[in-house]
């Protein structure tokens, strides 16, 4: 012990060697951890390819609790389905099998809460606005052009069922074949009121028919037509617009995996 400037006893100056040792010590037990981080096998990627990553999914399914067995089950189908569709994998992805399981859980609690923000929206609309399709038919869209050019005719009626004047509708309409099976739709068709309470007006409406595309509707064939409101606004601005939590809906399901 020696004293300070103060008169107090302090300790001695810890030797050079000593302070040499340690440091050797600290730097033995850094190069371990580094050694044991570096030799810890890194978890293997979701492969872009299909037989690749079937044999990866199938091996690592075969770990998990079923829970996240079925959430890794819809997240392949989900990638495959994207893939199938159009949206091709970014193959500088990398995504493991815990990262898609926790991608997939995430997802579908955000679909979860758009879909019932769109259905409580849907049921306000629906209960101020009621919205009818009758009268379908195809006709030759215009009698100076080919017998080819033809058009399904259809009349959209719409019902003032709240207490407060309307001035504006925005409808999707959506065509299909009697067993569900999608054929056309209209996303956004905006029809002008004012629509008085209890007033019903009514528009008719045209889609051009594409001769492949549109084959079962050029046939004659039964159809399921659907009109829903994607908007509706009334005199002084207020509105009432599910439109938005379906598209917001939409943007998830377009969403880029990573």
Known sequence: ????????????????????????????????????????????????EAKARSDLVGAAQAKLGPDEHRLLARFVARLEAREASGGKSDPNTRITVAR???????????????????????GAANAAVQVDVTD???????????????ALRFV??????????????????????????????????????????????????????DPLRHQYILQGKPLQINAFPVQVVYQGGERIDPGTELDALGSLHSAKIE
Not at 176 to 188: D, H, M, V, W
Request: proline share 6%; hydrophobic share 40%; net charge positive.
């Open 136 to 150: 379908a038919q195809v006709i030759q869209q215009d009698r100076t052009k080919s017998a080819g050019d033809r």
């Open 156 to 209: 959209v009626s719409v019902s003032n069922r709240g207490q407060k004047t309307v001035d504006q509708v925005a409808l999707r309409i959506e065509i299909r074949e009697a067993s569900g099976k999608y054929q056309a739709a209209i996303p956004n068709l905006q029809l002008g009121g004012p629509l008085r309470p209890g007033e019903i007006g009514r528009s008719t409406q045209m889609l051009a028919l």
């Open 1 to 48: 012990m020696m004293r300070n400037l103060h008169g107090t006893m302090a300790p001695s100056a810890i030797p050079r060697l000593m302070l040499t040792r340690i440091a050797a010590v600290l730097g033995a037990c850094a190069l371990l951890a580094l050694s044991v981080s570096c030799s810890r096998p890194k978890e293997p990627t979701i492969p872009t």
């Open 100 to 122: 898609a399981v926790e991608l997939q859980r995430s997802y579908e609690s955000q679909v979860s809460q758009a879909q019932t923000k769109l259905q409580e929206k849907l």
